[in-house]
């Protein structure tokens, strides 16, 4: 056993309770909005580890055998992500039903003066911006993403018992029809519960930024995991250079596809330069959220880009790591800068960025951080470190680029 799952729960429960506390200080809008913070984040580490698992099995990866098991531990997570996000559907159904999305009060006063249920744009969206609606497509969401995870590592597992190969065909048959499940629920989750903050905004590349996010996020926790079991002990001898090169790799491509997707997205907006779709950017061109878009292109892209053009520090465990921490550290900013400015003040402008909002969102993904921690080393124990029985498992083992 690498760790205490206990810790990792109580810290997980404590950072929890007092996201939740800060609703005393700050109100349940701001400590409800934190939440979804948290929760976006997690659940898209654990949406991309999935899709490591079913791009693994429908391109019949070699190198990424080893790596293949860290990740069917981490999307033991869903179910725990899927009721922690029970308190959010909660409080809009027996609370203020704006208490996070403003759509799901039809008194709630959006920037025009009007209401939300006399938006026209609105009216033309309700049979999807609903509560009702919005309860169920999560439930979709997570339940689907919860059966392709138990199938997938049951099939894993049981082949280190049996080493029967139809539990790969059964992975593969699995990951044909997992990838656009996924590909799908994960565009629609963002859309539903990020984007529809502000639901006049349009975009058609908002859940590709989403998926960009998603796998930047798989790759760098997985990089933690890997140097963590290497230092720990568990992983000496099995992981070499050829390993830590080809995710190195994959993490460099995944930076310049998050920077081709949301360069894109704004380039394409400011062209138009349509009211409708530029309001997005700018509020978020207002106080101090101007300079965290700044952060966001040097360090959500330049930065990380340049830093894994190096081989010696994709090769590197120690440098790695640190750069597979900034990535997962720039990751959290880019979703708070996505979804906080949604909170504003009574002059329709954003709170600032270093606010008891950000405390909150800290906080929270603490709270969610410590309980899918919890859920991996829970999982850890009941198999093998690596899939031992997988046909791949000896190529593998001796990869070379």
């Known amino acids: 056993m690498p760790a205490s799952p206990g810790k990792a729960l109580a810290i997980g429960l404590g950072a929890t309770a007092v996201t939740w506390l800060g609703a005393l200080v700050s109100g349940l ?26 791009i693994h099995h429908v391109f019949d990866a070699m190198w990424s055998t080893v790596m293949r098991r860290q990740c069917e531990h981490a999307v033991a997570s869903f179910k725990w992500l899927a009721l922690l996000f029970v308190p959010l559907i909660l409080l809009s159904f027996f609370g203020p039903r704006d208490i996070v999305w403003p759509w799901m009060n039809p008194n709630h006063v959006i920037p025009n003066g009007e209401t939300v249920g006399r938006d026209m744009l609105w009216a033309k969206k309700a049979g999807f911006l609903n509560l009702r609606a919005f309860i ?28 029967d190969p139809k539990w790969t065909r059964i992975s593969r048959f699995t990951s044909g029809y997992g990838i656009p499940v996924v590909g799908l629920g994960l565009t629609f989750a963002a859309v539903y519960w990020v984007k529809s903050l502000e639901y006049h905004w349009y975009s058609t590349m908002y859940g590709v930024w989403f998926f960009a996010n998603c796998m930047r996020g798989a790759y760098s926790l997985n990089v933690l995991i890997m140097v963590w079991l290497l230092f720990r002990g ?45 309001f997005w950017y700018n509020i978020r061109e207002y106080g101090d959220w101007w300079w965290i878009g700044m952060v966001l292109v040097f360090g959500h892209f330049l930065l ?16 790695i790591r640190r750069i597979a921490l ?37 906080t929270a993904t603490a709270g969610v951080g410590g309980i899918c921690f919890w859920a991996y080393l829970r999982s850890f124990v009941t198999a093998r470190l690596i899939p031992v029985q997988d046909p791949r498992i000896e190529e593998c083992l001796v990869h070379h680029e």
């Open 326 to 362: 900034w990535i997962l550290a720039i990751i959290f900013v880019d979703i708070c800068w996505n979804i906080l400015p949604a909170v504003k003040d009574a002059g329709g402008h954003p709170h600032p960025f270093f606010s008891l909002e950000l405390l909150w969102s800290l």
């Open 234 to 278: 568990p992983y000496k001898g099995i992981l070499h250079t050829n390993h830590w090169h080809s995710i190195g790799q994959m993490m460099l491509a995944f930076t310049v596809f998050w920077g081709y997707v949301t360069f894109s997205q704004y380039f394409l907006i400011w062209n138009a330069d349509v009211p409708e779709e530029t």
């Open 304 to 319: 990380p880009f340049c830093l894994l053009l190096s081989y010696r520090f994709k090769v590197t465990p120690r440098i």
């Open 136 to 163: 169920a497509w999560t439930a979709v969401f997570y339940g689907s993403w919860i059966f392709l995870s138990a199938r997938l590592r049951k099939a894993s597992f049981s082949q280190d018992v049996d080493g």
């Open 29 to 54: 809008h701001q400590a409800a909005t934190a939440w979804l913070v948290g929760l976006v984040f997690w659940t898209a580490m654990a949406i991309g580890m999935l899709m490591l698992i079913l």
